[in-house]
């Protein structure tokens, strides 16, 4: 079930004191189908009669001004909120190729990223045959998607597999099996909807007071404030430090280098983008514990430097499939890859014939089939964390040895 915060809030009326629900503005979302459209507009008449503030496009939100790009403005009021409600029928809504996802997809992604409380109820006879046919039919195409190709398939692919699904409902857009199937590995909670029932609001929030109480609305957010300035500050600091080294009898102390280096790497979270409209946690890594230093020789990378209590190898060939190093130097790139033996990430940065290798503890939710299926958004999270001590990090890797 998705999780509701709630807590309590008392007005004295001279007769006792009696519970009210605190004022709380809730977005209504939904796709603009005819089924739907009575339903959004008595919960946004009877939410706001209950003194709540509720938010739903064709009532205060848009269309308005036309200059606004309607897709951030919903997510935007979205973030805003502080409940999120939801109405899933059988239309799947406009979908965005560039994100793989709808904007009603989009707008709960932000919700449920954003830790708002989560209200959603959908089609009793669409509930039905998803929680009956379609969602053991997903897991299913996923799980052999990965096996074949060794890569989870494409949302298009998938919707192209629903959309010849003979066994499901031709009505229903094979875009409302895909929504449904991410709410349910959310363990979000779906209560039934019946088109032709009115929902008694009153009764409804009544009935989450005397689960746990009232709903208080979120005070303000929390804005980033000086972020690129911290990064470039904290490169500065590294480039100060290595600049204060000074070459012993036998060359540079590589061990102290990689060191300075590997302890300015922070661990963090791990996001997934959709298109340039919204982006969700998925995971996290912790600071990086080690570091190591290979350059080409002939056809072996050869060990120079380590740092740290980690496992090296004083060398591997070229063609080692199985050494990440060796790897990345073939690959001609910066490449994150994932041991689920050590629970392990290892930021491989390659430059001319050097590849470093940062070792990075992965959160413990991670296995090999969430990173096949995150990839890109590890490598985005950890190679991008702070662009300015990467760059510096490629020139102390390219001069390292020169």
Not at 26 to 34: C, L, P, Q
Not at 59 to 71: F, H, I, K, R, T
Not at 105 to 124: G, R, S
Request: proline residues 4%; aromatic residues 12%; negative net charge.
């Amino acid at each position: 079930m998705s999780k509701i915060l709630l807590t309590y809030s008392y007005i004295d009326s001279g007769r006792g004191r009696d519970n009210e629900l605190a004022k709380a503005k809730i977005f209504i979302s939904s796709v603009h189908e005819d089924g739907l459209k009575r339903l959004r507009k008595e919960a946004f008449d009877e939410l706001r009669q209950l003194g709540h503030e509720p938010v739903m496009w064709e009532e205060n939100l848009g269309p308005w001004p036309s200059y606004a790009d309607p897709v951030s403005k919903c997510l935007d009021a979205v973030g805003e909120a502080d409940i999120f409600l939801l109405f899933v029928g059988s239309r799947g809504g406009t979908y965005y190729k560039e994100a793989q996802r709808t904007v009603t997809h989009m707008e709960f992604i932000q919700a449920y990223d954003k830790n708002k409380t989560i209200l959603v109820f959908a089609d009793t006879t669409v509930k039905a045959a998803f929680f009956g046919t379609a969602r053991q039919w997903i897991d299913d195409f996923l799980e052999q998607a990965v096996a074949e190709s060794g890569r989870p398939p494409s949302t298009d692919e998938v919707l192209a597999a629903l959309g010849s699904h003979s066994g499901l409902p031709a009505h229903v857009d094979p875009y409302v099996w895909f929504l449904l199937h991410d709410l349910a590995a959310r363990n979000v909670y779906m209560d039934d909807l019946s088109l032709g029932v009115r929902i008694d609001w009153p009764g409804y929030f009544s009935d989450l007071l005397r689960r746990g109480s009232m709903l208080l609305p979120l005070k303000g957010s929390i804005i980033e404030n000086g972020r690129r300035l911290a990064q470039s500050d904290e490169a500065f600091r590294l480039l100060s430090e290595l600049a204060l080294l000074q070459p012993g009898p036998e060359g540079p102390d590589y061990e102290t280098i990689l060191g300075a280096v590997a302890s300015r790497m922070p661990g963090g979270r791990i996001e997934r983008r959709y298109g340039p409209y919204v982006s969700e946690t998925v995971g996290t890594y912790g600071d990086c514990i080690g570091a190591t230093l290979y350059v080409r020789d002939g056809d072996k990378m050869r060990h120079v430097a380590k740092w740290a209590d980690v496992a090296w190898n004083r060398s591997f060939r070229l063609n080692d499939k199985s050494s990440y190093v060796a790897l990345t130097y073939q690959m001609n790139k910066d490449i994150v890859h994932y041991t689920q033996g050590k629970t392990m990430f290892y930021a491989c940065f390659k430059h001319g014939e050097h590849v470093l290798t940062l070792h990075y503890p992965a959160g413990p939710d991670w296995d090999n089939r969430k990173y096949i299926a995150y990839q890109e958004s590890v490598n985005d999270a950890i190679m991008n964390k702070n662009p300015y001590l990467v760059f510096l990090v490629k020139m102390v890797v390219g001069g390292l040895l020169a």
